[in-house]
């Protein structure tokens, strides 16, 4: 049964930018893209963007489109966040998932555990 | 973009039935999932594509879909069943394709 695990905790200044990993444990990203969803302190659930590791295809949402990159690295099975320009309300646990198929209309069956990221000055 | 909305929060005794409500214009056009997040963790697939469950989620999860409202239903609920729960679906949209709703605390009495 595959696993994500994720990167551990960042502090990072504003302005600054923070790159998260998450590795597929026991399995690989084959016929699945990886999508990535924040929570901020006591908020909902808000979707990023994805990316597809063995095309490379990424799609994000549109508040994140200047500050966003998502990369995968097929060989490890590791899929990146890139969020640049950090902000104070950035602040927010990250998580990683798996989409259950390439399909943007699909579900996220696997998550990771998540990834602490604070902006603090 | 597309906007979910769910009850803010729903309680319950236990052995009793909770009912979710996630209402969005059409909605029953649409394919919903259900996720829940307890205290502290990870959300979990509980229910998607509407009706099915994924292995390992009991059959007291149960959804459903027509019109503007989708239902995640929990019956029996238990002490363990108190969580967040979030519906999703994708919608064409450019800016966000794929949605969240607005998350519904449920509380086990």
């Known amino acids: 049964q595959v696993q994500l695990v994720q990167s551990g905790a960042e502090v990072k200044k504003p302005g600054s930018s923070v790159k998260v990993s998450c590795q597929a444990s026991?399995?690989?990203?084959?016929?699945?893209?990886i999508s990535w969803v924040r929570q901020a302190p006591g908020q909902g659930l808000e979707w990023m963007g994805r990316?597809?590791?063995?095309?490379?295809?990424?799609k994000y949402a549109q508040k994140f489109q200047d500050r966003v990159t998502i990369t995968a690295d097929k060989v490890t099975s590791t899929a990146y966040l890139e969020l640049s320009s950090l902000r104070f309300e950035d602040t927010a646990m990250y998580y990683c998932?798996?989409?259950?198929?390439?399909?943007?209309?699909?579900?996220?069956?696997?998550w990771g555990k998540g990834t602490t990221v604070t902006v603090s000055s | 973009s597309y906007v979910l909305t769910q009850p803010p929060s729903v309680s319950v005794a236990p052995g009793q039935t909770a009912r979710i409500t996630c209402g969005g214009n059409?909605?029953?056009?649409?394919?919903v999932h259900w996720y829940q997040q307890r205290p502290g963790q990870a959300p979990v697939l509980v229910v998607y594509?509407?009706?099915d469950r994924p292995s390992g989620i009991p059959e007291r999860f149960s959804g459903s879909n027509s019109g503007n409202t989708a239902t995640l239903t929990i019956s029996r609920v238990e002490a363990g069943d108190e969580a967040d729960y979030y519906c999703?679906?994708?919608?064409?949209?450019?800016?966000?394709?794929?949605?969240f709703g607005t998350g519904t605390k449920v509380t086990v009495l």
């Open positions: 999703q679906v994708w919608d064409p949209s450019r800016d966000l394709p794929r949605v």
């Open positions: 026991g399995g690989t990203f084959s016929r699945h893209a």
């Open positions: 990316i597809i590791p063995i095309f490379g295809q990424t």
């Open positions: 059409s909605i029953g056009s649409k394919s």
């Open positions: 998932a798996r989409d259950n198929t390439v399909d943007i209309d699909t579900y996220m069956d696997v």
């Open positions: 594509d509407n009706t």
